[in-house]
């Protein structure tokens, strides 16, 4: 990745947003929540890259369910979700497939996410503004 | 005889709304405490139910005009041609998606809809029929590096006067009329190593002509060291240009403004005494105020950071009336 604009209000990564979910009353996994970094919000369509670590690990991708409107959609998907708006207030949550959760203590979250501007086209042939909305935190899981 | 009103959008107090500090509604509140008389909506940014507008947001916007005495006069669309990964949206696809924010628009009471140039004039030519069956006014906004008298704007002229709709036409942005150097990004490169003498020489090649290659060439040795310096100097060449005089695009508005439905009063840096620091203001609003415009000046604070938005949006709006004679 070359220049990406980077137009920062709010830290991506929601602190304290950190915690296992449980289904059918057993640790399923882990969710933290993320915030688009940019001063508008955008169809998942325009999302070029997204990775997440936790504690410098890769979590693999079909692992990953990201969440909003309601609804939770897997990152392979993003191309076709041109008609689900991700607002630019409203955190998305990224829940990870992880059976018997993360343990107690803290844990450190990297997410890696380039969108392009869809508006603001900088050369022929499909090519827009990248746009950086990558973070880092670590976080004290809550439960 | 123009009516020239004062409005704010509320793409100016984004920050305190995107921070938290402010719920949309003390977004509106703000603006109304502000003398507004009526607001712009990003929609891409602040309606919840993008790119639809719900009966709950028409309701919430509705208590808010009580409360606070101003609604929302214009809807601002984007025209995201390239959301799809793999193509650009055809013409087709774009016309679709402006229509969708025209009746967006008018559920939420605009009449005016701001809309972006990759809409092309063909495409706008093509909005007119639901512009006028929707009541909403549809302009492309003119946005520095463009100004009313570039050719890409033209051709949206020849288009309209073609067409001879009353509901296509223009929302010209004050940013495309700038004599002075920019300021955030002048005080951002300085923060970033550069001196004043070296950007005022890259000030200079600007209001010289230079070519934006050969000025770069000019620049790249002390570029090099100073990657700030070459920030700004492709700022000046970018989104935020300059020149001596604002005299031909001035005349180039008088033009076009029978076919203008807002203005963006774009800022960056209103000083205490009233005075925005690039744009030439005190030219600008005697030519809106002796024509026959009939319509909003909307405030547009552009936070580049530094400066705090409540305070320079207040200021703006304050420095507009002044010298439109309103207070």
């Given amino acids: ?143 | 005889m123009s009516n020239v009103k004062t409005g704010i959008t509320l793409f100016s107090l984004g920050t305190p709304y995107l921070k938290g500090e402010l719920d949309l509604e003390g977004v509106i509140r703000s603006a109304a405490e502000m003398g507004a008389e009526g607001y712009e909506i990003v929609a891409s940014q602040m309606i919840p139910s993008y790119p639809y507008v719900s009966d709950e947001f028409v309701e919430f916007v509705n208590r808010c005009k009580e409360k606070y005495g101003i609604g929302p006069i214009c809807y601002s669309a984007n025209m995201d041609r390239g959301m799809l990964k793999d193509r650009d949206l055809t013409e087709d696809e774009m016309v679709a998606r402006a229509i969708t924010d025209v009746i967006s628009a008018n559920k939420l009471g605009c009449t005016v809809m701001r809309e972006q140039y990759l809409l092309s004039p063909q495409g706008l030519a093509r909005l007119a029929p639901y512009a006028e069956a929707y009541n909403v006014h549809v302009g492309i906004e003119i946005h520095n590096p463009e100004s009313p008298i570039t050719q890409s704007i033209l051709d949206y002229v020849e288009v309209i006067e073609k067409t001879k709709s009353k509901y296509i036409g223009f929302v010209p942005d004050f940013g495309c009329f700038a004599t002075k150097p920019n300021k955030p990004y002048w005080d951002r490169a300085l923060a970033g190593g550069a001196t004043e003498e070296q950007l005022e020489r890259c000030a200079q090649l600007r209001y010289d002509d230079v070519p934006m290659d050969e000025a770069m060439k000019i620049m790249a040795p002390e570029g090099q060291k100073c990657p700030a310096l070459f920030a700004a100097l492709n700022s000046m060449y970018g989104f935020v240009q300059f020149r001596k005089s604002c005299k031909a695009e001035l005349e180039g508005l008088k033009k076009i403004m029978p076919y203008c439905f807002e203005m963006h009063g774009k800022c960056h840096y209103v000083d205490e005494n009233l005075h925005e620091v690039s744009i030439p203001y005190e030219e600008i609003i005697p030519v809106i105020a002796d024509s026959d415009y009939n319509g909003y000046i909307v405030t547009e604070f552009e936070d580049e950071g530094g400066y705090d938005s409540l305070e320079q949006t207040r200021r703006h709006v304050a420095m507009v009336k002044k010298l439109l004679g309103q207070i």
Wanted: negative net charge; charged residues 25%; contains cysteine.
């Fill in chain 1, 1 to 143: 990745m070359g220049f990406a604009l980077r137009m920062n209000f709010v830290d991506v990564v929601v602190s304290d947003s950190l915690k296992n979910y449980y289904v059918n009353g057993e640790k399923m996994g882990y969710q933290f929540d993320i915030r688009l970094s940019y001063y508008r919000g955008h169809f998942l369509s325009v999302i070029d890259e997204f990775a997440v670590k936790v504690d410098d690990i890769e979590v693999p991708t079909e692992r990953i369910k990201f969440c909003i409107n309601g609804k939770e959609f897997s990152p392979i998907e993003f191309d076709k979700c041109y008609t689900e708006f991700w607002q630019a207030i409203e955190p998305a949550t990224v829940r990870v497939f992880y059976p018997g959760g993360l343990p107690e203590g803290e844990h450190k979250i990297d997410v890696t996410l380039f969108f392009r501007s869809p508006y603001m086209p900088i050369g022929p042939d499909h090519q827009y503004m990248p746009v950086d909305s990558c973070g880092s935190k670590t976080l004290e899981i809550t439960d």
